[in-house]
């Protein structure tokens, strides 16, 4: 397995399988040239199977951490060390970064990504919540995760 930070829109859309849906041009285009947002894609046979992205977030008073946007693993490659990998690779690279820390939220019951983000190192946070603005529609709703 070969893990390569991705740059390319072509590169992008052929990895997009593995994405919630289609990728959209202007939005691939924006992530890939924004400094600090960060897609890798591991490659098996030089096929797609899994996907991590990665967002630098900076404050004036606590520096640059790494935000785990998403992690994404084909369904046939699963539970195969496809995605610690590809959480390992974040995490390096944000260290290379010079990112104090790295963070992810995901659904508590959520077992497979519990367990791949456990295994790559991380440690739970106590209490969080996650507040969310949705937009769509034109319409603001707020949605609560705990």
């Known amino acids: 397995?070969?893990?390569?930070?991705?740059v390319e829109m072509g590169d992008a859309v052929a990895?997009?399988?593995l994405f919630d849906g289609a990728a959209r041009p202007e939005a691939?285009?924006?992530?890939?040239?924004?400094?600090?947002?960060h897609l890798l894609v591991a490659y098996l046979d030089g096929k797609p199977v899994g996907m991590v992205s990665?967002?630098?977030t900076t404050h004036p008073d606590k520096g640059t951490e790494m935000f785990l946007y998403e992690l994404s693993v084909d369904p046939a490659h699963r539970r195969r060390g496809?995605?610690?990998s590809l959480v390992r690779a974040l995490r390096e690279l944000a260290q290379q970064r010079g990112c104090y820390g790295m963070w992810?939220?995901?659904?508590?019951d959520n077992a497979a990504a519990l367990a791949t983000y456990r295994a790559a190192g991380a440690t739970d946070e106590e209490d969080f919540v996650s507040l969310t603005w949705s937009f769509r529609?034109?319409?603001a709703t707020t949605e609560t995760a705990r």
């Open 1 to 6: 397995m070969e893990i390569r930070r991705v």
């Open 15 to 17: 990895a997009e399988r």
């Open 28 to 37: 691939t285009a924006r992530f890939l040239h924004e400094e600090g947002h």
């Open 54 to 56: 990665g967002v630098e």
């Open 82 to 84: 496809v995605g610690g």
């Open 104 to 108: 992810v939220g995901t659904e508590h």
């Open 137 to 139: 529609n034109g319409t």
